[in-house]
């Protein structure tokens, strides 16, 4: 049974693009939106997700059922705002039950003007998706018509093909870190505040790269290292962003990539990406660390991958990194240069931390250290 507080409820409505629909409560904000649909397995950490910018234009349904109980709290986000376009969910608390400087979970979506649907059999539609595949939908909660609510969903843009992260990079460099640390530029693609800790935790000076940065931009600060932050969209459309990491390659820096940043690093080498029948959302991903034989439990967000077909063609790059539960690739590193990315995210906020040596792989490669095993402690 819903937890929705004791105030009259809202009528909401879900439909995807196959015409499947859903009936519920309307919870956050009043409105329309669209987005593509996509489902997250993680038992907790719901705050850090909605704050993800790789969410950035998705109706999130959340495949635990209980969301809410423990509210929001200001040092628990990825960014300054809630970045799912709406959210789906089966019980949804309106009460925060938490010590600390916490509020309701309404409050924090109704506040950044975000729309949800709760009392939906999210079992149900998480394995119609899993079926059909990834595709767009809509949430109202506004009384639309569904003859309106389909004209505004038809129009919908495709996930395929869209450019998502110059909606969510910052607009101006900024530096974090000590003075003295070991400079690392950080290309804002839809940068997680936790990459940005995972660095500076480690002594690092990071100044953060807005995506339109050019390669000059990023050399003229003269850094000891780069990182490829993760972020929204089709890395496919992402070309200007792809040429200037491919001259960065070329100067022979240390580079690290997370999520769309290793999809643009894989194009910078001409290897090819390819949209995900299903994407991985999650904090209990399986990988296995191909250079130790070990394996570890991932955070992961992403809805493209890279071909393995053009990763066998290539020369010069090796896979690192496998995903255990479909095969799909999840790291690569190339041959002779300190340059590696994995697909999933090794800052992994709220958790698992298994992947964290992968930071602690990067900053000793800014001090010209060889990791021969891939960390993995």
């Given at each position: 049974?819903?937890e ?35 489902f ?78 709760a ?80 660095l ?62 290793h ?15 299903n ?32 990763l ?10 496998v ?52 960390g993995?402690?």
């Amino acid at each position: 049974m819903s937890e929705i507080a004791n105030t009259p409820a809202r009528g909401a409505v879900l439909i995807l693009a196959d015409g499947t629909r859903f009936e519920g409560v309307a919870v956050g904000a009043t409105g329309t939106v669209t987005g593509e649909i996509a489902f997250n397995t993680g038992m907790y950490g719901y705050q850090e997700i909605f704050t993800d910018p790789s969410y950035h234009g998705q109706i999130l349904v959340m495949a635990t059922d209980h969301i809410g109980n423990y509210g929001a709290h200001k040092a628990e986000r990825e960014s300054q705002k809630v970045q799912i376009a709406g959210l789906v969910a089966k019980n949804f608390s309106t009460v925060a039950s938490r010590a600390g400087d916490v509020e309701p979970l309404e409050d924090f979506l109704k506040r950044d003007e975000i729309p949800g649907i709760a009392n939906v059999d999210t079992r149900a539609l998480v394995r119609h998706i899993r079926e059909a595949g990834a595709m767009n939908a809509i949430i109202s909660t506004d009384g639309s018509s569904d003859e309106d609510l389909m004209a505004r969903l038809t129009a919908a843009p495709s996930m395929e093909g869209l450019e998502l992260s110059s909606k969510v990079t910052c607009n101006a460099p900024h530096e974090h870190g000590v003075e003295d640390g070991g400079k690392v530029a950080l290309l804002d693609l839809g940068v997680k505040e936790s990459i940005v800790t995972c660095l500076t935790d480690r002594g690092c000076r990071v100044r953060v790269f807005p995506m339109s940065a050019t390669a000059d931009d990023i050399l003229a600060w003269s850094p000891a290292g780069v990182m490829l932050s993760n972020g929204p969209g089709d890395p496919a459309a992402m070309g200007d962003v792809v040429s200037q990491v491919r001259r960065l390659v070329d100067t022979g820096l240390p580079m690290f990539g997370i999520c769309l940043g290793h999809q643009v690093l894989a194009l910078s080498q001409g290897l090819k990406t390819k949209k995900m029948f299903n994407g991985h959302r999650g904090v209990n991903h399986p990988v296995k660390n191909l250079v130790t034989g070990k394996s570890e439990i991932t955070s992961q967000n992403h809805g493209f991958v890279v071909d393995r077909d053009s990763l066998n063609e290539a020369t010069g790059i090796e896979e690192t990194h496998v995903h255990l539960n479909d095969g799909s690739v999840a790291g690569i590193r190339l041959t002779g240069k300190p340059v590696f990315s994995v697909q999933y995210h090794p800052e992994a906020s709220a958790g698992p931390h298994d992947s964290r040596y992968l930071f602690d792989d990067f900053v000793a490669s800014l001090q010209g250290e060889v990791v021969v095993d891939g960390g993995n402690k």
